[in-house]
């Protein structure tokens, strides 16, 4: 219907529709109906009659989406960047809350669904994550929110500067004034209390969002010269259950805890990972390479 105006405008002017005026017609007709039919290949997979229900990798992947935001620009400022959401669904970006801040880049997206996911994955505890460049550089878990913060952020105090905070709690008035001393470019939170939001929103540049829990996609795509590289998502997972003691002192309740805990922060750590944790707060993290 948007298009009705222009286009009675054009033929009333003109006589007929220019070549450039039918080309985006047809662009906006065969998009739906491209995601249409991807709709109907996917359906085909998940019955449970066919060949490949049970192959989580299909023979063929067809993908539709949608721009759905404008990002301030790429990995590089002379990069244009924009998020693209599956059609026909929503994800926590969606329906977060921007309560303040710059635009977002594509790396403050990238760093921010790398911290949201992790702190989802260290319990129900109050806890807290620091990211940078898509790896945590600090992660703990506390009596309160403030507690689990300052930890995480005394794990490297350094790299935090500029990094990405993530919390599984509403942000307290301890805690804004304390994350309110580092330069943060993102802090991602289920909720805000009242004067902490307003404590929070005096610092002009940063990105404020209230969030809900993230999903887990299945798989995972990176793009390669010609295609696509595609793996199931790490969901592998370890218990206390798991663990062999072999060493002649038995680890400590605690130390097990931390262990576990550990082993958790090492999962969102790229590439072959080093962890070093204490009291339930990493005391190092070391990455890959």
């Not at 620091?130 to 105090?157: F, M, Q, R, T, W």
Request: proline share 5%; with cysteine.
């Amino acid at each position: 219907p948007a298009d009705y105006g222009p286009v009675v405008d054009e033929l009333r002017a003109d006589g007929w529709l220019g070549d450039a005026t039918r080309r985006r017609l047809a662009r906006a007709a065969f998009a739906p109906t491209a995601t249409y039919d991807a709709a109907i290949v996917a359906w085909f997979d998940d019955d449970p009659a066919s060949d490949h229900a049970a192959d989580p990798l299909k023979p063929s992947m067809h993908l539709a989406l949608e721009r759905v935001q404008d990002l301030r620009y790429g990995e590089n400022p002379h990069q244009v960047g924009a998020r693209y959401r599956a059609a026909g669904t929503t994800g926590w970006w969606d329906t977060a809350v921007v309560h303040g801040g710059k635009a977002m880049s594509y790396l403050n997206l990238f760093d921010t669904e790398a911290a949201w996911r992790l702190v989802h994955r260290l319990g129900e505890e109050p806890c807290a994550v620091v990211v940078k460049h898509a790896n945590p550089c600090g992660a703990a878990v506390g009596s309160d929110i403030a507690e689990a913060y300052l930890a995480a952020h005394e794990c490297d105090p350094v790299s935090a500067f500029g990094g990405i905070v993530a919390v599984n709690r509403p942000v307290t008035m301890a805690m804004a004034e304390a994350l309110s001393e580092v330069f943060t470019e993102v802090v991602v939170a289920p909720a805000y209390e009242a004067d902490a939001l307003v404590h929070l929103q005096a610092r002009q540049n940063l990105r404020i969002l209230e969030a809900d829990e993230p999903t887990w996609p299945e798989l995972d795509v990176r793009g390669i010269d010609g295609g696509l590289l595609v793996q199931t998502r790490d969901n592998g997972a370890i218990t206390e259950a798991d663990l062999k003691v072999v060493t002649r002192r038995e680890p400590t309740e605690q130390e097990l805890r931390d262990c576990l805990f550990a082993w958790t922060v090492a999962r969102h750590v790229k590439s072959n990972a080093i962890v070093y944790a204490k009291d339930g707060a990493t005391a190092g993290i070391g990455a890959g390479q």
